[in-house]
């Protein structure tokens, strides 16, 4: 079984690595807000798997790319594993404007349209429901 850490930080490493360390938060803050709604998965590895293996019907594309999900970049993922205990911890703000969803900004997929943006950090558009209710329990 893998640890809801682990979970967060492959999460983290393989949809953000790329991004700053707000935007790396930005999608850990994203897990928990799913995590933390009635709508998703009540753990963090069930929020990471949600929608199974299936080739792009997963919640997170690294999960479900067809690729490795082992971390190759050792600096990179001490970085997500540093960000998903601090986040779980509850050292982290939330940056996002308590979204559960987001995306690429180059890419459009259809749920957007559905969703109410609340922040772009890096090259991550970040949304939430039009019904959601803000948890603050960060």
């Known amino acids: 079984m893998i640890s809801p850490l682990l979970c967060l930080a492959t999460a983290i490493y393989f949809e953000a690595r790329d991004q700053s360390l ?7 803050q994203v897990i928990l807000e799913r995590r933390a709604s009635s ?5 963090i ?3 990471v798997r949600a929608g199974g293996a299936v080739r792009h019907k997963c919640a997170f594309s690294f999960y479900c790319d067809g690729k490795s999900d ?10 997500a ?4 205990w601090s986040a779980l911890n509850g050292h ?18 259809s749920w957007a349209v559905t969703l ?3 922040r772009v950090i890096g090259d991550h558009i970040f ?12």
């Open 70 to 79: 082992r971390p190759r970049d050792e600096r990179a993922f001490f970085v």
């Open 22 to 28: 707000v935007g790396q938060a930005a999608v850990a």
């Open 39 to 43: 709508s998703y998965p009540s753990t």
């Open 127 to 138: 949304y939430r429901g039009r019904n959601e209710v803000q948890w603050s329990g960060y």
């Open 116 to 118: 109410v943006p609340t």
């Open 81 to 84: 594993r540093s960000l998903a």
């Open 45 to 47: 590895c069930g929020v």
């Open 92 to 109: 982290i703000k939330d940056a996002t404007g308590y979204a559960t969803h987001y995306h690429a900004s180059y890419v459009q997929p």
